[in-house]
């Protein structure tokens, strides 16, 4: 049996009938065929729920109408009305004004008396009538939409069903989207939650229920989704507090949470309670989240959480962070979440003196945003209350920091403490919590033990970000055994010193010999050659992105001695292509000092570099762009600097962020990093080490993908493109593309294989252990990759798929008739009378290799098809099918139709014939009198006259799609016209009149506006 569509939406009505959700099928709703609440349920519930207050039934109808009467229209801002009713509540006021107002919630969040349903397959009637796969109701409302599509079924994925969602029924049935909390997408290997109103990379995966293992990839994520997101007390409290919707956004934003932000803030908040003092120690617990972990939001869940609890009786929060640029970030984000959270008092500290103003003015309440360098002011108490709690960010640096330093000067003992010493001992009752990315032992110290962690594995298998890869090139600048042996014993101590600046400063002088070491001038030679040698090999491979790296040096001396280096060797680089970040020193030479710039040109660069477009594409960094720098395109980070541990995981994961055609991260070590890396993976998260690989893998993969593909091609002679001239590669990469088409089930593997070999080529470009051959090879399934790809979508090759040899030789000998004519179907500017070019078309037909040919018919009439779509919407729908109807009936071709030429022939001659059907389309008005826009209006009212079975003068017919023409055209001169209700509702009475005028049947008449409707919204789209 296959797992269809259905059988899929029949496996979450029994897992959710398991979380207590009855299952109802849509025809046993009661209700009108456009409305979407179940009023008897939200009745029944309002009723019961506010009983004692004698709420009254009119009462319950008017809250129910109030729901009703917030306009579809503005879909955004009468969703964010029912979210903040839904999770707030509202006032109701009395039909006695005598009678106390009650407070009204539409969810019962405290005894859990509500009435749940799980309802398939409701006909909604909107513009058009919808019916989404699923809706799960809480009384009445239907708070959570799923889209269903098969795992089975080639081309049906949950991207399609997210598109769905938010344009089908976006624009014909909005009203259902006004109750919306979330949505749910899922073909049941892939299941993702997110926002109606989030763009389709914010949907993500459920991965945890709580008290169960993390581990749940593939068709686990439909259980952990149900079990978790779904469970009924988890569901409430997500649409309680979990879901965000900023005081005012430009962009329509709404976030759902995702699973680790939930259970950290949950589970932090639980901690919280039990550290405050005096029974507890105030030690808040630390919270350790990997790159993804959405921190600034499990911090504003988390505070929303504490200040609407009883039992801290409004508290007053304390954000802090150690960079002034974090705590901008955290104060913009948290001064726009006042409703949010239920507090108006959110307000970025000026000074120490300041926030004690701010604190002993009150006995609870207010968020208040710092940084912890602000604390050294001086030493006088803030608050002595319990109720205060300091929310920490990036816990593992200057915030954990308690020591006490001794100084002697000539005026005596001077006795000066960290940062987190005057933090603690101003407000001694606090209760301190710690956010971090890399805990050290001092980091639990001061905040307690790991609450709840967030890995770079889950990070990954959440698609938030990408595996890293480990390249050690340390041996190719020449350093010797005893000189990395010195390299190992300085980690060793840095080790040893941990997070303590001050132990840190006796190493100062192995420091300066380390610098000794790895500023060698032979060495910064030997280094500068290989790293362009690298650079260049990866950038020419199109391996890179957007050819973005970092290059982080030791010290700034270092970094400016590099520089000079690779300058001296690319002199053509120093405009543009490189650049130094790093601040000025007072006593720098006036050519550094130049360079460097001022903080301003500073700023400049971080926005060119953060620009996948600008020529800025390599950074020589030192200690700046290290942590919180995120570019998600830049994929190669260079290290020439010995890095502790917990600094360690922050710097490569610079390279960690997801970003389209980008597989993986690559590190590439030039000092002997890798036993320091394993040994923060082990320390931070042992199953991380399994989210880091050597490049040795991808050489294998590599390999191992090809040994594959040389299996599919044994039978194919390709010794021409490896020992030919031009002409004869041409040949032979054409002959190639035609092989793997035999069938589609070849054709499917050998794409989905050289897909493979790419991501783990992209990696592996740079290094010398590839041999030549397996360049060679590489670069001929990649070409071949190109051409079919370039038959099947029908745009330009990816160049970046074929090395610079092919695409040289393919740009300067166009000749060989296959590839040539599928290049020039990439031209986007012939004009449209190129589209029905005999001569070519007697071109395509003439080509003997008959899968190719097909596949050039084929995009052709795609082509020409999406031309006669732009005026007439339903012939462009009809030949479609047709089209797609053809298409299936050769995808279905199998081996023994290999050498059966009539089955490519007569394939050929239908798709042929199919485009000239099309190109008569253009013209086929012109026997009746009317222009190709009125063809399009008439035969729309044709199509409704055999679809209802009814008879209508054609002569009439001609003249009413005229009108029709002439009607629409008047009412739609407005560019935002399909926007504006007024003109929407204008045409449609306008039509109804002019049907009447005409004496057309009476058909459903709203049926006939949908699709005049829709005629005209794709004309006017498409008109130039």
């Avoid at 169960?212 to 259980?223: E, T, V």
């Avoid at 679809?947 to 009413?960: N, R, V």
Wanted: glycine share 6%; net charge negative.
């Amino acid at each position: 049996m296959n797992f269809t569509e259905e059988r899929l939406e029949q496996a979450f009505i029994e897992l959710l009938k398991k979380e207590y959700y009855p299952h109802f099928t849509g025809d046993s709703i009661a209700r009108a065929a456009d409305e979407v609440l179940i009023d008897e349920d939200l009745l029944h519930y309002l009723l019961l729920r506010y009983e004692n207050e004698q709420l009254t039934e009119t009462e319950a109808k008017t809250i129910i109408l109030q729901l009703k009467t917030l306009p579809a229209s503005d879909l955004y801002e009468s969703n964010k009305t029912i979210q903040r009713w839904l999770s707030d509540g509202f006032i109701l006021k009395r039909e006695d004004r005598n009678r106390k107002d009650i407070h009204v919630e539409l969810i019962d969040f405290s005894t859990n008396h509500n009435i749940y349903k799980f309802v398939n397959q409701l006909e909604i009637v909107g513009t058009e009538k919808r019916i989404p796969d699923g809706i799960l109701y809480i009384n009445g409302l239907p708070v959570v939409v799923f889209e269903f599509k098969s795992a089975i079924r080639e081309g049906a994925t949950i991207h399609d069903a997210y598109v769905q969602l938010t344009t089908r029924y976006k624009r014909d049935i909005p009203e259902l989207f006004k109750y919306n909390a979330f949505c749910v997408i899922s073909d049941g290997v892939n299941n993702k939650a997110g926002s109606f109103f989030a763009p389709y990379e914010f949907f993500y995966a459920w991965r945890r229920i709580a008290g169960m293992a993390r581990d749940k990839d593939g068709i686990d994520s439909m259980f952990t989704l149900v079990r978790g997101m779904l469970n009924q007390n988890q569901l409430r409290d997500i649409i309680r507090n979990f879901i965000y919707i900023p005081d005012t956004s430009k962009k329509n934003e709404k976030i759902v949470c995702r699973y680790p932000q939930y259970y950290a803030a949950k589970r932090l908040y639980e901690h919280i309670k039990t550290a405050q003092k005096p029974d507890g120690d105030g030690k808040g617990g630390t919270y350790f989240g990997a790159t993804g972990c959405g921190k600034s939001f499990t911090m504003l869940f988390l505070t929303r959480l504490l200040m609407r609890s009883l039992h801290f009786e409004s508290p007053t929060i304390v954000l802090i962070t150690d960079r002034t640029d974090l705590d901008d970030q955290l104060s913009r984000q948290f001064t726009n979440a006042k409703q949010f959270i239920g507090d108006n008092i959110i307000i970025s500290v000026e000074s120490r003196e300041h926030l004690r103003e701010l604190l002993q003015s009150r006995q609870s309440g207010g968020v208040f945003l710092t940084t912890i360098h602000k604390f050294t002011e001086d030493t006088k108490l803030l608050s002595e209350r319990n109720n205060v709690i300091c929310i920490s960010d990036e816990a593992h640096r200057s915030q954990i920091n308690l020591d006490q330093k001794i100084k002697i000067t000539e005026k005596g003992v001077a006795k000066t403490y960290g940062f987190a010493k005057y933090l603690h001992d101003s407000l001694p009752n606090a209760v301190f919590v710690g956010f971090t990315g890399t805990p050290i032992d001092a980091t639990l110290d001061v905040f307690g033990k790991v609450v709840d962690a967030y890995t770079m594995t889950e990070s990954v298998e959440d698609e938030i970000t990408v595996r890293i890869v480990y390249e050690g090139r340390a041996a190719k600048v020449v350093l010797n055994n005893s000189e990395l042996e010195k390299i190992e014993r300085y980690y060793e101590e840095a080790a040893e010193a941990g997070a303590n600046e001050y132990q840190i400063e006796k190493s100062k002088e192995e420091t300066t010999q380390m610098n000794a070491i790895l500023g060698d001038p032979k060495r910064l030679q030997a280094l500068a050659e290989d790293f362009i040698k690298h650079y260049e090999n990866r950038v020419s491979e199109g391996a890179t992105v957007c050819g973005k790296a970092l290059f982080v040096c030791s010290s700034r001396e270092i970094a400016y001695e590099f520089y000079k280096n690779v300058i001296a060797l690319r002199p053509e680089w120093e405009l543009e292509q490189i650049k130094m970040i790093m601040t000025r020193g007072k006593d720098d030479g006036e050519t550094l000092y130049n360079l460097l710039g001022s903080k301003e040109y500073r700023k400049t660069l971080d926005t060119e570099f953060k620009n996948e477009k600008s020529n800025f594409k390599i950074a020589i960094v030192v200690d700046m762009w290290l942590t919180g720098f995120d570019v998600p395109f830049l994929d190669t980070i260079y290290i020439d600097k010995p890095i502790q541990q917990h600094n360690l995981i922050q710097t490569i994961s610079r390279v960690n962020r997801k970003f389209e055609g980008k597989n993986k991260g690559l590190v590439v070590d030039y000092i002997g990093i890798k036993k320091q890396m394993n040994l923060a993976l082990a320390k931070y998260n042992k199953g991380d080490e399994n989210n880091f690989e050597d490049i040795a893998q991808s050489l294998v993969d590599v390999r191992n993908h090809l040994d594959l593909l040389s299996k599919i091609f044994h039978k194919f002679d390709n010794t021409k493109y490896f020992a030919g001239g031009a002409l004869e590669q041409l040949n032979t990469l054409n002959m190639a593309a035609e092989y793997v088409q035999q069938t589609k089930e070849v054709e499917t593997r050998f794409m989905g294989l050289v897909k493979r070999l790419k991501a783990a080529y992209d990696i592996c470009a740079g290094s010398e252990q590839l041999t030549q051959q397996e360049r060679d090879y590489t670069h001929f399934y990649l070409a071949v990759r190109s051409i079919v790809a370039k038959l099947t979508k029908g745009d330009a090759p990816d160049t970046a798929q074929m090395n610079a040899r092919v695409r040289e030789m393919i740009k300067n000998a166009l000749a060989s008739d296959g590839v040539e004519e599928i290049f020039k179907m990439g031209d986007e500017n012939q004009s449209e009378q190129d589209l029905f070019d005999e001569d070519y078309l007697a071109k395509i037909n003439n080509i003997k290799l008959p899968n190719t040919k097909i596949k050039l018919l084929q995009q052709l009439l795609a082509k020409v098809i999406g031309e006669i779509k732009k005026v007439n919407r339903i012939k462009g729908i009809d030949f479609s099918k047709k089209m797609q109807s053809l298409v299936e009936r050769y995808n279905q071709r199998d081996e023994s139709d290999i050498l059966r030429s009539e089955v490519y022939e007569e394939m050929a001659e239908q798709l042929t014939n199919l485009i000239w059907e099309v190109r008569k389309e253009f013209s086929a008005g012109d026997e009746l009198g009317i222009n190709l826009e009125e063809k399009a209006f008439y035969d729309i009212l044709k199509d409704l006259c055999i679809k209802y079975d009814f008879k209508y003068p054609d002569a009439q017919m001609i003249e009413l799609a005229k009108a029709v023409k002439e009607l629409v055209d008047s009412q739609t001169k407005f560019p935002d016209w399909s926007k504006r209700d007024d003109i929407k509702s204008a045409l449609k009475v306008g039509l109804i009149l002019l049907l009447d005028e005409f004496g057309y049947p009476p058909v459903e008449r709203d049926e006939v506006y949908v699709e005049i409707f829709e005629q005209a919204e794709n004309f006017k789209k498409n008109r130039v």
